[in-house]
């Protein structure tokens, strides 16, 4: 079993940065950051391997990134230039195989961290 906890999520203005941060119990090949907006199904943002491959969704390349502490078993998503539709509840997720942004494919998840972009 491995227990993931997010933090970093808060309030921000539209343009401004967050780095969200998850701390996992255990390693394993495949981490990856989801969000959910109200009435909205959840979707994937980044995904990185343990060899390092990562992957992101069309509407944040280039404004977030992912990254992996493998020493203190920490998953990060910088995320820069941030747009009130970024706005929702990431969710940290991690599995043994890699599944991308498909979040039916990841096992564990965490409890959630909210962003709120204001316009």
């Known amino acids: 079993q491995v227990q993931l906890v997010e933090s970093g999520g808060g309030l921000v203005q539209a343009g401004e940065s967050l780095r969200l941060s998850c701390t996992s119990s255990g390693a394993t090949n495949a981490m990856g950051w989801f969000r959910q907006a109200p009435g909205k199904e959840r979707e994937g943002v980044a995904a990185?391997?343990?060899?390092?491959?990562?992957t992101y969704a069309g509407f944040v390349k280039g404004r977030f990134t992912i990254s992996q502490d493998y020493a203190k078993n920490t998953l990060y998503l910088q995320m820069n230039s941030l747009k009130p539709e970024d706005t929702a509840m990431y969710y940290c997720?991690?599995?043994?195989?890699?599944?991308?942004?498909?979040?039916?494919?990841?096992?564990?998840w965490g409890q959630g961290a909210q962003v709120t972009v204001s316009s």
């Open positions: 990185i391997a343990s060899d390092g491959i990562t």
């Open positions: 997720a991690a599995d043994w195989n890699w599944g991308g942004l498909a979040p039916d494919l990841y096992r564990y």
